[in-house]
């Protein structure tokens, strides 16, 4: 017990916290757990897919465990960092993601299943659209924490934060046809704007505008429109064949795994049942091969995960740290619960990675800078205890 006691005490001193809280170890503890069986999922469920197409089986496997590595760096590197110069990055950041979401429609562009959401360079691919999340975070972290005494005006929690920085973003988003990446950029501008304090009359206008877009973009597309129909039910007899086939299949995966699983490496419908199983439908896999028995695990990581953050975000006084923190939390919680939501049924499919453990170098390394932005902006800096002072020496005259 006094050796485990040692060991968050020395990670803890390691992060530049000298409180002796515990729970950041945990935090860290907790994404290195979920990093890792994303690892060993993204190698079982490639692997047959690969071979199939006449691929390195480990190429896939290598390649996000390159982008594994270098976000936990980067996730370290930024839980050094003061909370000040977190801070600073807000503008930088901001500037950079909007930049990086045009040049998506400039010939630097690539298309990867309808979406056009990819940058690619020197053989190199990159998602903006996820580094936009944590940009738009910060930022709009940086801007409400200022404007603390000026949010019971609608017009300074609407300027410029949604109205143009958030709307621009998002609309760059949906313009690339990645509707579900855009529902979870919302999500991010909603999270923020609650934990800085913005009044609830505010989110009922600014819902029902986003409701109606989501609508609209839903409404424009034909193969949103089928998905929809599908999980609803609405679609023709052989829906199994079409639209709803991905979804379909997940399902089974899930339903086939019972209580413990098929074992590891064992699954039947990554054999070109699920397309790229690797992805978004990854939890299907580890339901299958893992069992009720690994979906519950995972499950319970994001909820330690999800306690531990909020406990330390409790602790913290500083506005930008909290408005940081509980973004980022909100963030990935709610894009996990989307996409296990998705993957069982419950919601539509509509393409979003499941945090840490799907296929993607690009969410994986935002994800992680997430974390260690957690963990910057919320460190305890140690207080100087001051002695008694000494006393005055009096000379006595003789």
């Known amino acids: 017990m006094t050796e485990s006691r040692d060991v968050f005490a020395r990670v803890g001193r390691w992060l530049g916290d000298e409180s002796g809280d515990r729970t950041r170890p945990i935090i860290l503890a907790v994404v290195l757990i979920l990093a890792a069986i994303g690892l060993v999922q993204v190698a079982s469920a490639s692997f047959v897919e690969s071979v199939a197409n006449g691929l390195n089986p480990y190429d896939l496997p290598l390649k996000q465990?390159?982008?594994?590595?270098?976000?936990?760096?980067?996730?370290?590197?930024?839980?050094?960092?003061?909370?000040?110069?977190?801070?600073?990055?807000?503008?930088?950041?901001?500037?950079?993601?909007?930049?990086?979401?045009?040049?998506?429609?400039?010939p630097l562009g690539m298309t990867v299943n309808g979406n056009r959401n990819w940058l690619s360079f020197g053989g190199l691919t990159v998602q903006p659209s996820e580094f936009a999340k944590l940009a738009l975070i910060v930022w709009a972290a940086a801007v409400l924490s200022r404007k603390q005494t000026l949010l019971r005006e609608w017009k300074h929690a609407v300027i410029p934060v949604v109205l143009p920085a958030g709307a621009l973003i998002v609309?760059?988003?949906?313009?690339?046809?990645?509707?579900?990446?855009?529902?979870?950029?919302?999500?991010?501008?909603?999270?923020?704007?609650?934990?800085?304090?913005?009044?609830?009359?505010?989110?009922?206008?600014?819902?029902?505008?986003?409701?109606?877009?989501?609508?609209?973009?839903?409404?424009?597309?034909?193969?949103?429109?089928?998905?929809?129909?599908?999980?609803?039910?609405?679609?023709?007899?052989?829906?199994?064949?079409?639209?709803?086939?991905?979804?379909?299949?997940?399902?089974?995966?899930?339903?086939?795994?019972?209580w413990f699983g098929v074992g590891l490496g064992q699954s039947r419908q990554k054999w070109n049942w699920?397309?790229?199983?690797?992805?978004?439908?990854?939890?299907?896999?580890?339901g299958e091969e893992l069992g009720l028995a690994g979906t519950l695990l995972i499950l319970g990581?994001?909820?330690?995960?999800?306690?531990?953050?909020?406990?330390?975000?409790?602790?913290?006084?500083d506005t930008f740290a909290r408005i940081v923190?509980?973004?980022?939390?909100?963030?990935?919680?709610?894009?996990?619960?989307?996409?296990?939501?998705?993957?069982?049924?419950?919601?539509?499919?509509i393409g979003v990675p499941l945090p840490f453990i799907s296929y993607g170098g690009s969410a994986m390394v935002s994800s992680l800078a997430g974390i260690g932005m957690i963990l910057a902006v919320t460190r305890t800096e140690p207080v100087a205890v001051r002695g008694p002072r000494p006393k005055k020496r009096t000379l006595v005259a003789l």
């Open 65 to 106: 465990g390159m982008w594994t590595v270098g976000g936990v760096l980067i996730m370290f590197g930024l839980a050094r960092l003061p909370a000040r110069h977190i801070r600073k990055l807000a503008w930088p950041l901001l500037v950079a993601a909007i930049v990086s979401l045009g040049l998506v429609f400039t």
């Open 171 to 258: 609309g760059l988003v949906a313009l690339g046809r990645d509707l579900g990446t855009a529902m979870i950029i919302m999500m991010i501008l909603a999270a923020a704007m609650f934990y800085g304090g913005v009044r609830m009359k505010v989110f009922g206008v600014a819902g029902a505008f986003g409701t109606v877009g989501v609508l609209v973009l839903a409404a424009t597309s034909g193969n949103r429109v089928d998905r929809i129909s599908s999980w609803l039910g609405m679609g023709s007899a052989d829906d199994a064949q079409g639209v709803g086939y991905q979804a379909l299949n997940g399902q089974y995966a899930l339903a086939s795994g019972g």
């Open 274 to 286: 699920i397309p790229e199983a690797h992805n978004d439908f990854i939890f299907t896999i580890l």
């Open 301 to 317: 990581l994001f909820t330690v995960l999800a306690i531990a953050v909020f406990k330390v975000i409790a602790r913290t006084q």
């Open 325 to 349: 923190s509980s973004s980022v939390i909100t963030w990935i919680i709610g894009q996990a619960i989307v996409n296990i939501a998705m993957v069982s049924g419950l919601l539509p499919v």
